[in-house]
């Protein structure tokens, strides 16, 4: 009689995942702990009937001509500087995230990795108040806060697609005697480039918010709009800069989904 066949030994169990999430579990009962939190003033009737007032004070939004002139202006300032600040961040992203890949060996690779880590930590409020002392008040120097902290990101989730490219197209032309960066350009770059557009369109919408706050600190739009009337406490003119913002918010989400879906096709 043949001899039974073994069971195959159960697979090794691995306690890493269970570490990471009792240290989460950890950290979170933690931020609870030490956060003051006071959602019995939060919910209690003081604080609706407060809110409640404030909000009133909104209706009904401006919308005499002139103002609504000046609100479109605003937005267009804002739109401009959001698409203006992202097409900066994505030349800008793509040519460092090329050595950021390892196209140019492992050293060049680490530089260029901390350069869009410094890039990229530094929020874009904090590039704006930098350069508006350089470049003065308006939307130039919010542009750039927009583009340096874009470019931060893109850059590093560009060079990940890069290096999560499939390598074999690029190997196969280089094999035939093409040059190594003529290869990337014509195998490895047209592989990625549809979910760098699907970056490149998300951080556009994520900008546009970006680019109405950065109005708070001088750097033009909408943002700059909603603190002058906040600050007059001119609430109705207030309330339909929040508006435009919103309905911006809506126009550029839309138009963004309706791109990704044709370049998902």
């Given at each position: 009689m043949s001899a039974a066949p073994q069971m195959p030994a159960p697979p090794p169990r691995r306690w890493?995942?269970?570490?990471?999430?009792?240290?989460?579990?950890?950290?979170?009962?933690?931020?609870?702990?030490?956060?003051?939190?006071?959602?019995?003033?939060?919910?209690?009737?003081?604080?609706?009937?407060?809110?409640?007032?404030?909000?009133?004070?909104?209706?009904?939004?401006?919308?005499?001509?002139?103002?609504?002139?000046k609100t479109a202006i605003a937005l267009g300032e804002t739109l401009s500087m959001s698409a203006l600040g992202t097409l900066l961040a994505?030349?800008?992203?793509?040519?460092?995230?090329?050595?950021?890949?390892?196209?140019?060996?492992?050293?060049p690779r680490a530089l260029v990795r901390v350069l869009l880590n410094v890039l990229r930590s530094i929020p874009e409020l904090v590039w704006a108040s930098v350069l508006l002392i350089a470049a003065g008040l308006g939307p130039f120097p919010g542009t750039l806060a927009l583009g340096a902290h874009t470019a931060g990101v893109l850059g590093r989730l560009f060079a990940d697609a890069l290096e999560n490219a499939t390598p074999l197209p690029e190997q196969s032309l280089r094999t035939n005697g093409v040059a190594p960066m003529a290869a990337f350009f014509y195998?490895?770059?047209?592989?990625?480039?549809?979910?760098?557009?699907?970056?490149?369109?998300?951080?556009?919408?994520?900008?546009?918010?970006?680019?109405?706050i950065l109005g708070v600190v001088g750097a033009g739009g909408l943002g700059q709009m909603l603190k002058y009337h906040l600050s007059l406490f001119q609430m109705p003119k207030a309330a339909t800069v929040i508006l435009a913002m919103l309905l911006l918010v809506a126009l550029v989400d839309a138009a963004s989904f309706g791109l990704r879906r044709l370049l998902t096709r």
């Amino acid at each position: 009689m043949s001899a039974a066949p073994q069971m195959p030994a159960p697979p090794p169990r691995r306690w890493s995942g269970l570490a990471f999430a009792l240290a989460l579990l950890a950290l979170v009962a933690a931020s609870f702990a030490s956060l003051p939190l006071h959602f019995a003033a939060l919910f209690s009737s003081e604080a609706a009937t407060s809110v409640a007032e404030f909000l009133g004070g909104f209706a009904p939004p401006e919308l005499a001509g002139g103002f609504l002139k000046k609100t479109a202006i605003a937005l267009g300032e804002t739109l401009s500087m959001s698409a203006l600040g992202t097409l900066l961040a994505v030349v800008f992203g793509l040519l460092l995230a090329i050595p950021a890949a390892g196209r140019f060996g492992r050293v060049p690779r680490a530089l260029v990795r901390v350069l869009l880590n410094v890039l990229r930590s530094i929020p874009e409020l904090v590039w704006a108040s930098v350069l508006l002392i350089a470049a003065g008040l308006g939307p130039f120097p919010g542009t750039l806060a927009l583009g340096a902290h874009t470019a931060g990101v893109l850059g590093r989730l560009f060079a990940d697609a890069l290096e999560n490219a499939t390598p074999l197209p690029e190997q196969s032309l280089r094999t035939n005697g093409v040059a190594p960066m003529a290869a990337f350009f014509y195998a490895t770059l047209p592989q990625t480039l549809p979910q760098m557009l699907s970056y490149a369109l998300y951080r556009w919408e994520n900008n546009i918010r970006a680019a109405a706050i950065l109005g708070v600190v001088g750097a033009g739009g909408l943002g700059q709009m909603l603190k002058y009337h906040l600050s007059l406490f001119q609430m109705p003119k207030a309330a339909t800069v929040i508006l435009a913002m919103l309905l911006l918010v809506a126009l550029v989400d839309a138009a963004s989904f309706g791109l990704r879906r044709l370049l998902t096709r």
